[in-house]
Every structure is written in C-alpha cells, then in structure tokens.
C-alpha cells in the first residue's frame, strides 16, 4: 500500500526531496496542475483526493511505490523525524501492482 503523511508532519520538506518518484508535494499545492499525468494509472473512481491536505504536506498514492525496488524501507517514513509518515491502508495495494506502478512511471516519458 502507499504511504500517507499524518497531521504531526512540520512541513521540512526533506521527504519530499527524496521521493524517487516526485509522489510528495507541500500543504496546499494542487497536484493535478503539477503532475497529474500518471493519474492515469489507476481506475480514477478508486483514487480520490482524500490524501489532499492545506496544512502539512502529502503523498499522491497513484504515484507511491513504497520504494519497493528503489530501498529496503520507504525512505520517507525513514527520513522523517516527526514520526508523520505511515502506511495508508485505505489506499491498499498489492505488492506486484506496486511493482506494476513502479515500471509504468519509470517508463513514463518526463516521469519526473
Ligand atoms: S512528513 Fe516528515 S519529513 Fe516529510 S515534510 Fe513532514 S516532517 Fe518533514
Ligand atoms: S514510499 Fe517512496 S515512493 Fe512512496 S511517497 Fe515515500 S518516498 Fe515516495
């Protein structure tokens, strides 16, 4: 399953800095302006813009990967100090569509 980001994150932006996959934008901003390309990815009835926030930052879960293939663990949960960053299982995944989605935005032209 994707990561989400819980009230207790201080907007540092480091998590955001390391995504592989550029899934973590700041408070407020509207992703779908921004990269909203790889939407197409999964069924849109399936993935709202519940994850949205205006006041700490937040992960796309069509954009997750988990880091499966890229590090042992999420690098954001990792690298957070706050504790924020945790699984979010509303958004649940299956190992090999993580690794579907992990090859389809690496074979997207401009995926970052
Ligand atoms: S989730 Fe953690 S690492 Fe990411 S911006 Fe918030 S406090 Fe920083
Ligand atoms: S788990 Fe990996 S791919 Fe998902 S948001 Fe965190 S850094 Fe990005």
Redesign the pocket.
């Known amino acids: 399953m994707?990561?989400k980001i819980a009230s207790s994150c201080e907007n540092c932006g480091l998590?955001e800095i390391?995504?592989?996959?550029?899934?973590?934008y700041p408070a407020g901003v509207n992703w779908r302006k921004i990269h909203n390309r790889y939407f197409i990815f999964c069924d849109e009835d399936l993935v709202h813009d519940d994850f949205w926030s205006p006041a700490h930052c937040y992960?796309v879960p069509d954009?997750?990967?988990?880091?499966l293939g890229?590090?042992p663990e999420?690098?954001?949960?990792t690298a957070c100090t706050k504790n924020a960053?945790m699984s979010d299982n509303v958004h649940w995944e299956s190992e090999e569509h993580l690794y579907a989605k992990k090859e389809y935005l690496e074979t997207m032209p401009g995926w970052m």
């Open positions: 994707p990561m998590c390391l995504c592989p996959y550029n899934a973590i992960i954009k997750c990967t988990e880091c890229k590090y999420p690098i954001c949960k960053v």
